[in-house]
């Protein structure tokens, strides 16, 4: 059925009439579907106001206060892969420094523990390797060896990192609380790591 639509003398629509035709075709389709399309709605009549004023944007939280760094994580270094590396990034977390030499027999029997609870731990008790004591190529031979290419493994070929935790023998491990302070120094087996490591993420 055609709709009669109202023209002004100058034969364009009116806009009484062009109102009059869209709420024709609203009816019309109300009429078939039993639904009112959303642009359809929304073109027919203005939204309600509820008379609530606009909901504020939310206020972004603010960023946690860095970490203190303690005397302990003040150095920085180089791994075996040529990567730089800063120790004042892991300040707020307890932190295990193992020193390692390459022919060491005791190292090499603690590195598969190290390979193995190194990544599972990385974000809550971050261990990162010494190697002195030993040749470049030594050391990265020992890396590969042993699986340890996840963790960091500092080049301190020159000592200074020995010298400065005052560690004359390997294998050590150097334990560092989350406040700084030294709370274990020497040798761990494998166990004693594995307990000590989790014992620090669960603190």
Do not use: N
């Not at 023209?7 to 869209?22: E, K, N, Q, Y």
């Amino acid at each position: 059925m055609r709709i009669g639509i109202g023209r002004t003398a100058a034969g364009h629509l009116s806009r009484p009439a062009t109102a009059a035709a869209l709420v024709a075709a609203l009816l019309a389709t109300v009429s078939c579907t039993g639904t009112v399309p959303p642009e359809a709605a929304a073109a027919g009549s203005a939204p309600a106001s509820t008379g609530a004023p606009a909901t504020a944007p939310a206020t972004a939280p603010t960023s946690a206060a860095p970490a203190r760094i303690p005397d302990t994580l003040r150095f920085t270094g180089t791994t075996l892969t040529g990567a730089p590396f800063d120790a004042t990034r892991l300040a707020g977390r307890p932190v295990v420094l193992w020193f390692w030499a390459p022919w060491c027999a005791t190292c090499a029997s603690q590195a598969w523990t190290v390979a193995e609870i190194a990544p599972r731990y990385r974000d809550t008790v971050p261990i990162v390797g010494v190697a002195g004591l030993g040749e470049e190529r030594a050391m990265k031979d020992f890396v590969t060896e042993f699986d340890l290419a996840g963790t960091p493994q500092i080049d301190d070929r020159a000592g200074a990192l020995w010298r400065r935790f005052r560690v004359t023998e390997q294998s050590t491990f150097l334990i560092i609380d989350r406040d700084g302070k030294v709370v274990h120094q020497g040798f761990l087996d494998g166990e004693a790591l594995t307990a000590r490591v989790t014992a620090l993420a669960g603190a």
